[in-house]
């Protein structure tokens, strides 16, 4: 308004002094020609004035009236804070209320970034040096000119210590590239001969490099490793059979169709082609699937299926962990560019190293590099420093160059910003760190560290204070430079104790009065945080399952929305996740208004605790099941069960694989469900890769073999067909068969589907039949019930699919019907009668022992279908008449039973399945199974126990049952991967299960 006054004055003025001038006359010709020329001018001015007035009354009503709603609202938030109370998540907790399960506190130790970062004004003072790929490039290469050195290893050399300096900060350009990778390749020879040879002419770099482990059998991991170190983001590369699995898993569990899952999974996993080497003319090809790129085609397979991300991003994991491992039979070991620069000091010159062609584009972002300068009043004693020192050692050249030349280098190559101009450019704060405070706190904390578990060097630890700069520089909410980021996890509550206060600072009112106002240990916080404690550690680790972070599943405002809390836990596998809704509560809220007059409350709701899981399971009998399949081998040797055969799979095949499922025998509840090798639940955090990796522990220790590992039945299955057969009426309890040794024969005479050899022709009963685990009587059995009866039952019975109440990391397993064979095997799709004599004997299916429990379970309980269950409470869980059952006469049921007792008794095959102690007087009632696998060529057993280099598979040990024989109240499958017998493999791990339960309760009921 004050702009229109003006203007009008000024118009007035001007219209007044013309009225004035013509009054006058000629005598003031002259001046009147003066006002004349000026009225134009202040026309315009005026209407300048007007315009500016129009356009701030203009903005003023649309901040006023349109978007006086938003800005208000934002000023509200501004001034509103919402505080998540955490619930306390519920406990898990066995039969006997043994908690296996709790809460702790966690104590951990943070770092606040801006408080490492020099003051305000010095920042400003401080030059930034930025380089992108191209440059860098120039830099590597005027490096390596000086130095006489390849320009991969100085550029490889010169990445890796930026990526790991906390005085180098990491952006992200709008220009996308493709990200080249490769590999070295070494043939195996070469490097056998260096482990081998111990004459003294062998050149002594082949032997540092075959003690280096920098060489790799498995190409897909120098390939994962050299996208991780290049781009920093975990990855996994999955081969054509693995990609394929993947889409079939998904597509199976969502019941969507492969082709759209592959449209929306491809554009993110780009695919590399590695060319074929000498010897190796297979070449390889794959699918790489980062974890940043994964959890955008997460989100964009959520949409597609309407599911929540959470749910997708967990299915993937499933299907991801069921993978089967690549084989490997290279003549190469691999390296990946990324660690040339440690290869060039164990390579002898004349190594035969061979370049490999990838093939294939991985589209990123330009990685932009800010370097930052020296301020100038620290010369030589600042993070550039620091950084042009590490690069001098890195590179080898300590002793052959001083500093200044590299130092001016990087000045010279590097684009020169200030600090306004990079936060301008990039929109980011850029932080400028303090090398004193950061020197002060990694060495010093390293010193408070040493005598604890979380021990680190100084070294490490500023390592992991670069994380958390990388973290900060991405500003997201809960994660900024004045948060507190988390550098060391789980620290003793007395090295916390000890840490707490060392990083304060002096109030500012108070400094003047000490001359040294620098705290002992800049920036760092202890944290408390609430994690899992468990009692058992190691111990039922499958069934528990692991917690994760739920903010790597929800962003920070997705949580809050959500009722959670975005630094809380969300259960990741095992019962964590499958009643993580139950375990996690409901969270409360605090709400808060800052006011002049200080904070004011606005609401405060209570958090309800989570639910307390009261499980069926017993966790002594877990430990000691658990116990006994690590030893099964060393049980078999006390018991004079073991064979060469046996030794030799044990030590080549085995690796520690087996399992056991016990069951209540009336309603399926879970006594114990072991599975070796196990993992410790404290481990996953920080060792999963390890643990998920298929070279460094070939017995998949985070595979829950009791569940989810899928393999032939064998003769587990015979006593189903049988109870089968009698309840339809094929077949009488006192009926004889007639076995010549095989059922029948090809057209050139061999015969199809033989007895166990040796054999003589013979009559069974049908106890006999299973007790001596007749062939011929099973599959005669299955023929006359049919193709489609026979496997509709042992559906029902879970076969082939997931038959367990709350188990659901299961795995379905392996059913082939007459209505699925077409799409199981569709190269034949014909159902034949030798495919129904195969169900019959187990060599058709697959299953896993949580899966074949239910059969004994049946046969003990009078023909009712149990389906294992782990919650004392689990709603789904069926009893009594809700039951299933297999309308069989008690008659003839008994004819089954009569089998079974007789397997353990002698002549039968696990006569040696005899409890002592105070469980002598207990009858066991059981059934061998003996399945096989692989090729006729693998299965050479004579030959592999020859020829140690033979890919080799040895029959997988079964061996079901119950017990007592009269009156049961447990039932058991338990399952030795390539045990080779089951008789023999299995008995004495049941056998310790068994005396042990019985132990327990004969001391329960004393």
Not at 381 to 404: I, K, P, Q, T, W
Not at 589 to 597: E, I, N, V, Y
Not at 720 to 733: N, P
Request: aromatic share 6%; net charge neutral; glycine share 8%.
């Amino acid at each position: 308004m004050s702009c229109c006054l003006l203007a009008t004055q000024c118009l007035a003025l001007a219209v007044v002094d013309r009225g004035s001038c013509q009054r006058l006359g000629g005598c003031v010709k002259g001046h009147s020609g003066q006002h004349m020329s000026m009225l134009p001018r202040v026309i315009l001015l005026c209407g300048l004035f007007l315009a500016v007035a129009m356009i701030f009354i203009l903005r003023l009503a649309q901040l006023q009236l349109l978007q006086g709603a938003e800005f208000a609202s934002e000023t509200f938030e501004a001034r509103y804070s919402v505080e998540v109370l955490s619930a306390r998540r519920g406990r898990l907790i066995d039969r006997h209320g043994v908690v296996i399960a709790d809460n702790r506190t966690i104590y951990n130790v943070a770092v606040v970034m801006q408080e490492l970062s020099v003051d305000r004004r010095q920042r400003l003072r401080v030059p930034i040096y930025r380089f992108d790929s191209e440059r860098l490039s120039h830099l590597a290469s005027a490096i390596a000119d000086e130095l006489r050195l390849p320009l991969a290893v100085v550029r490889q050399q010169l990445e890796d210590e930026l990526v790991l300096n906390p005085g180098v900060g990491v952006r992200r350009g709008a220009r996308e590239e493709t990200l080249n990778m490769g590999m070295l390749a070494l043939p195996r020879m070469v490097m056998m001969q260096a482990e081998q040879d111990a004459d003294p002419d062998v050149d002594p770099g082949y032997v540092a490099l075959a003690e280096s482990g920098l060489m790799l059998m498995d190409p897909r991991e120098a390939l994962e490793r050299e996208y991780r170190q290049r781009q920093g983001v975990p990855v996994q590369a999955l081969n054509p059979s693995q990609w394929q699995g993947l889409l079939n898993a998904l597509s199976e569990r969502y019941q969507t169709p492969m082709d759209h899952i592959h449209e929306i999974l491809s554009p993110y996993a780009p695919q590399i082609r590695m060319e074929a080497l000498a010897g190796d003319p297979r070449g390889w090809r794959w699918r790489l699937v980062a974890e940043d790129r994964r959890r955008q085609a997460e989100v964009s397979l959520a949409r597609l299926l309407g599911d929540a991300p959470r749910r997708v991003r967990e299915g993937m994991d499933e299907a991801l962990l069921r993978l089967p491992p690549p084989a490997l039979d290279s003549h190469w070991l691999y390296i990946p560019w990324a660690d040339i620069g440690d290869l060039a000091r164990h390579l002898p010159a004349e190594a035969p190293v061979v370049e490999v062609a990838l093939h294939g584009e991985v589209p990123v972002r330009e990685r932009l590099y800010l370097i930052q300068g020296e301020h100038p009043g620290q010369q030589g004693e600042g993070m550039f420093a620091l950084l042009v020192e590490r690069l001098r050692h890195s590179l080898g050249v300590a002793e052959r160059r001083d500093s200044e030349w590299l130092a001016a280098l990087i000045q010279h190559h590097g684009e020169h910003l200030t600090v306004r101009r990079s936060e301008r450019e990039h929109r980011r704060h850029q932080l400028v760190l303090d090398a004193q405070a950061l020197h002060r706190l990694s060495s010093r904390l390293a010193n408070e560290l040493a005598d604890s578990r979380k021990s680190l060097g100084s070294l490490q630890i500023e390592q992991r204070i670069t994380k958390a700069r990388r973290l900060s520089d991405r500003e997201w909410r809960g994660s900024t430079r004045f948060d507190p980021l988390v550098i060391v996890e789980d620290v003793e509550s007395r090295v916390a104790n000890r840490l707490a206060g060392k990083g304060g600072d002096v109030p500012w009112p108070q400094r003047r009065y000490f001359e040294e106002t620098s705290p002992h240990l800049p920036g760092l916080q202890v944290i408390t945080d609430i994690g899992r404690e468990y009692p058992y550690p190691g111990h039922a680790s499958h069934i528990i399952g692991y917690l994760g972070r739920l903010s790597a599943v929800y962003d920070h405002a997705t949580a809050l929305a959500m009722g959670l809390d975005p630094q809380g836990w969300l259960g990741r596998s095992g019962l964590e996740s499958v009643y993580d809704e139950l375990l996690q509560g409901s969270n409360g809220r605090r709400a808060r208004l800052r006011t002049p007059q200080g904070h004011r409350l606005l609401e405060e709701v209570l958090p309800n605790p989570g639910v307390d899981i009261h499980l069926t399971l017993d966790m002594e009998l877990q430990r000691v099941a658990e116990s006994a399949c690590m030893r099964w081998h060393e049980l078999a040797v006390e018991m004079g069960l073991n064979t060469p055969r046996m030794d030799a799979a044990r030590k080549r095949v085995n690796h520690g694989r087996a399992a056991i499922v016990v069951v209540d025998v009336n309603d399926g509840a879970i006594r114990a469900m072991a599975s070796t090798p196990t993992y410790n639940l404290y481990d996953v955090r920080t060792r999963y890769r390890d643990l998920a990796n298929p070279q460094q522990n070939p017995g998949q220790p985070l595979i829950d073999h009791a569940t989810s590992a899928s393999h032939p039945a064998g003769s587990t299955v015979k006593p189903l067909v049988a109870m089968i057969a009698l309840a339809e009426g094929h077949t009488r309890y006192d009926e004889v068969f007639f076995s010549r040794g095989y059922m029948a024969r090809s057209p050139q005479g061999a015969p199809i589907l033989r007895e166990f050899q040796p054999f003589t022709p013979r009559e069974f009963t049908l106890p006999d039949s299973l007790t001596r685990s007749s062939n011929v009587v099973s599959a005669t059995l299955a023929e006359r019930v049919g193709p489609s009866v026979l496997t509709e039952w042992m559906y029902r019975f879970g076969m082939g699919r997931r038959n367990a109440v709350d188990v659901a990391w299961q795995r379905p397993g392996l059913l082939p019907r007459p209505e699925n064979l077409a799409q199981l095997r569709p190269q034949e799709p014909t159902w034949y009668p030798s495919d129904t004599w195969r169900a019959g004997i187990g060599q058709f299916s697959a299953a896993a022992p949580v899966q074949l429990v239910s059969i004994p379970a049946a046969v003990a309980n009078g023909g009712y279908i149990v389906e294992p269950y782990l919650w004392r409470d689990a709603p789904q869980r069926r009893t009594g008449e809700d039951r299933e059952r297999l309308a069989i006469s008690g008659r003839d049921l008994r004819a089954v039973q009569e089998g079974m007792i007789a397997v353990t008794r002698p002549g039968g095959t696990a006569t040696a399945l005899r409890l002592s102690g105070t469980a002598a007087d207990v009858a066991v009632a059981a059934k061998t199974g003996t399945s096989e696998w692989g090729t006729r060529a693998t299965r050479d057993h004579d030959r592999a126990l020859q020829d140690s280099a033979m890919v080799w598979t040895p029959s997988h040990g079964w061996l079901i049952g119950y017990a007592p024989a009269e009156n049961p109240e447990v039932a058991f499958a338990a399952f030795v991967y390539g045990g080779t017998s089951g008789g023999r493999a299995c008995t004495g791990m049941v056998k310790e299960v068994l005396e042990a339960y019985f132990n327990e309760a004969h001391l329960r009921r004393e």
